[in-house]
């Protein structure tokens, strides 16, 4: 049996640790959208399936019996095709996913479907907006060129998208300090967010709490259904109850296409 992980979050290369530490064999996966991802215990492959035809190929051509899928609430499109790829070639599926955010008092949340909807949110009148939802669904915000943003990118792009602003170059987890000065030194009035879950991006929702300003929180899209388990123990348990055994992996690097 082999294990193919779709990764590009915290928990993916959570995931991997268990694996590696279970010398389970395993693939990581990453879409390669990240210049310089994080350096990881399994063996990686970088690039796209080719849709959902082309990654059951891959499932059949690499012998692969069991798909964790940890990446981020918003790949969309990989999650659905991963749901389509399985089922075309007979793979066991599961999806490690974070719970999403869910408001508590004080919070002042606009929940929306989608960035489009997101820009519309914000007010007609000049505003300084924490724009905290990286660098793919940027392009809504152009036409709203009456405000300042302030971007946070773990890549620094060749040039930004959107007018009037700033990025900050980071990769968190981040803490409410940090995020209660970086709001502070950019004069912040408002924030947009995407329903990530997790611990390590939650800091600027608490930060936008202490500093009462409003948050325009986009949902997570829609994915077919599919299992789902929100923590590497339970997806460890369920590796177990497949039955997949300990082993050595393949050692070195693939380069997807």
């Known amino acids: 049996m082999r294990i193919l992980l779709l990764g590009g979050t915290t928990e993916a290369s959570r995931m991997a640790r268990a694996l590696a530490d279970a010398r389970r064999p395993a693939i990581f996966s990453y879409a390669g959208r990240t210049e310089a991802p994080a350096a990881q ?7 796209g399936f080719g849709g959902p035809e082309g990654m059951a190929a891959y499932l059949r051509d690499h012998a692969i019996s069991h798909v964790i899928d940890a990446t981020h609430p918003f790949a969309a499109r990989i ?3 991963a749901v389509a790829a399985c089922r075309a070639a007979g793979t066991a599926l599961v999806a490690l996913e974070r719970p999403a955010w869910a408001p508590v008092p004080g919070d002042d949340w606009t929940r929306v479907p989608d ?3 997101a820009a519309a949110a914000l007010p007609e009148t000049p505003a300084a907006v924490f724009l905290a939802i990286g660098r793919q669904s940027l392009q809504p915000f152009a036409a709203r060129d009456q405000h300042r943003y302030l971007l946070r990118l773990v890549d620094l792009p ?4 959107i007018p009037n602003a700033e990025a900050v170059i980071a990769r968190g987890p981040f803490t409410t300090e940090d995020d209660l000065a970086l709001m502070r030194a950019h004069g912040i009035t408002h924030v947009v ?4 879950g997790g611990s390590g991006a939650r800091a600027k929702l608490d930060a936008a709490r202490a500093l009462r300003l409003p948050v325009v929180m986009i949902d997570r899209p829609a994915i077919p259904a599919r299992p789902v388990l929100g923590t590497v123990e339970e997806v460890t348990r369920w590796l177990a109850h497949a039955g997949v055994p300990a082993g050595s992996g393949p050692a070195g690097t693939e380069r997807g296409e």
């Open 115 to 117: 960035a489009d909807a």
């Open 41 to 47: 215990p399994i063996p990686v492959r970088i690039g």
């Open 79 to 81: 999650s659905a095709n």
């Open 158 to 161: 060749e040039a930004l998208p």
């Open 193 to 196: 967010a995407k329903n990530a």
